[in-house]
Structures are given as C-alpha cells and as structure tokens.
C-alpha cells in the first residue's frame, strides 16, 4: 500500500501489527516495523496520519530495542 502511495490506508494496518506483535520478541518484526517507517516518511507532508504513526513506531522500536540488540559476549 505505501509503495502504491496509499499510506492513509497503510497507517491503520501497521497500528494492528504493532497491537498484535506487542508481546512478541522478534527482531523479525521489528525489522519489518523499521523498514515500513522508512517507506513512509516520505509520506509525512501528504498524509496527516504518517507523522502520530511514525512517533508509534519510534516509541515501539525504543520498548523492542532488546530483541534486536547483540547478545553479549561471554
């Protein structure tokens, strides 16, 4: 949808994917959180529900960091 510039469609369908994935631990889905906020910031003029969904994802990606960060060295 947002590669199709429809990302007012876009917008209530990541926000179940983040409702849906919030307790699960998987740096999968966070990777595919990040690649969807880079795919719309370029929407960020055009569409009014970007910007509020963008800061969402940026708060989600702060409360998932550790599934994506590096396991320690032992």
């Known amino acids: 949808m947002i590669g199709q510039g429809r990302a007012d469609e876009a917008c209530p369908v990541v926000d179940q994917a983040m ?13 595919h959180l990040r ?29 998932r960091n550790w599934v994506a960060a590096p396991l320690p060295n032992a």
């Open 35 to 63: 690649q969807v906020a880079l795919l719309l910031r370029s929407h960020v003029r055009h569409c009014a529900e970007v910007p509020p969904l963008l800061d969402r994802l940026q708060h989600t990606f702060r409360e």
């Open 19 to 31: 409702e849906q994935t919030t307790g699960l631990g998987s740096a999968v889905v966070v990777g």
